[in-house]
């Protein structure tokens, strides 16, 4: 199916994300086994909150557009990247922030991008230290095999422990902080707020581009902040009172 907005038209209505629950407490942070980024591992703890299930589609994304509050991706109008259940890509971090907050002026509530932390706490499902979001194993047919032009539609694989799906997989997702090299020695898993200034932004999450397309849920990614990728996407978090 194709989003609307290919034929000019304007969505008439906000389409929500859907959310799932994800409960807060404690967990161990990062990979001793995994980039020197990842590590030094430690103990991390946050509050509960409401993820998107799984990456924001073009159909979430094209009432965004139809209200006038950013420019098309660069891809929007390419056929193999049209369908409503694919993620949208190619949107900078800053765009990805205005969704966010263009949600919490329309539906209410704090709507914004999840911290590293909270993205691994959600990717994780659960389990500590699994090597996916899955436990040890990817599951079967989780990721397509052989060549693809683009990425997948969402919310055909398996849901890890929270229930959310694609979570690894599919696209890069941006995340609130700042990117810092060197890992947790040098910098706070806590995330930031929103600076104009154009650092790098931490992303998280496997890409359709990819000879491997998934990624531990440890696993860490950046990008400067103003860049438009075709495996760049986005995934919303609204905060539980």
Do not use: K
Not at 21 to 33: D, H, I, N, W, Y
Not at 153 to 160: D, Q
């Amino acid at each position: 199916m194709s989003v609307s907005l290919r034929d000019g038209a304007r969505p008439a209505a906000v389409v929500a994300p859907p959310l799932l629950q994800v409960p807060g407490g404690a967990f161990l942070m990062g990979s001793e086994t995994g980039r020197d980024d990842e590590r030094p591992t430690r103990l991390v703890e946050v509050r509960p909150f409401a993820l998107g299930s799984t990456p924001v589609t073009c159909a979430q994304y094209a009432a965004f557009l139809g209200a006038g509050r950013a420019q098309l991706p660069p891809w929007w109008f390419h056929p193999a990247f049209a369908a409503a259940d694919q993620p949208v890509v190619g949107v900078t971090w800053f765009e990805a922030v205005a969704y966010t907050e263009w949600l919490s002026e329309t539906l209410g509530g704090v709507w914004r991008l999840p911290t590293e932390a909270e993205w691994e706490r959600a990717a994780r499902g659960g389990l500590e230290s699994a090597a996916t979001a899955w436990g040890d194993r990817l599951p079967a047919g989780e990721v397509p095999e052989g060549p693809i032009e683009s990425p997948w539609s969402v919310g055909r694989g398996t849901p890890n422990g929270y229930g959310l799906l694609d979570i690894g997989t599919i696209v890069h997702e941006w995340c609130l902080d700042r990117y810092v090299a060197g890992g947790y020695a040098v910098a706070s898993p806590w995330g930031s707020r929103r600076t104009e200034a154009p650092e790098r932004r931490a992303s998280r999450g496997g890409s359709w581009r990819h000879r491997v397309r998934w990624s531990p849920p440890s696993a860490r990614s950046s990008l400067p902040p103003s860049f438009r990728y075709a495996d760049y996407g986005f995934r919303v978090l609204r905060e539980v009172v």
